[in-house]
Nanobody, 124 residues
């Protein structure tokens, strides 16, 4: 069993920054991928970024490349999502999730465990 707890969401003006954290516990994660997804009201859950726990390989959606950066701290079992140059269209509930293997990492249905989500609101 894996537990994930997100934090760091909030209200920010357009152009501002936030850093989300995803604290993981309950199992060793050497073969896991940690993903970030977001879901805005009335929209489907969409892939934002992901990182492999062992090698630190990163993946970012085109819509956030150059603005968002995913990273990890193995000692703290925590994954971060640094979000810069935020736009109103980034407003959503952000979730972190865990899966094994990196094939199909952009598909939310491949993830086994999810956090409760944290709200990010970007005002114009």
């Amino acid at each position: 069993q894996v537990q994930l707890v997100e934090s760091g969401g909030g209200l920010v003006q357009a152009g501002g920054s936030l850093r989300l954290s995803c604290a993981a516990s309950g199992r060793t994660f050497s073969s896991y991928v940690i993903g970030w997804f977001r879901q805005a009201p009335g929209k489907e859950r969409e892939f934002v970024a992901a990182i492999t726990w062992s090698g630190g390989n990163t993946y970012h959606a085109e819509s956030v490349k150059g603005r968002f950066t995913v990273s990890r701290d193995n000692a703290k079992n925590t994954v971060y999502l640094q979000m810069n140059s935020l736009k109103p269209e980034d407003t959503a509930v952000y979730y972190c999730a865990v899966r094994r293997g990196s094939v199909g990492i952009m598909n939310p249905f491949g993830y086994d465990y999810w956090g409760q989500g944290t709200q990010v609101t970007v005002s114009s």
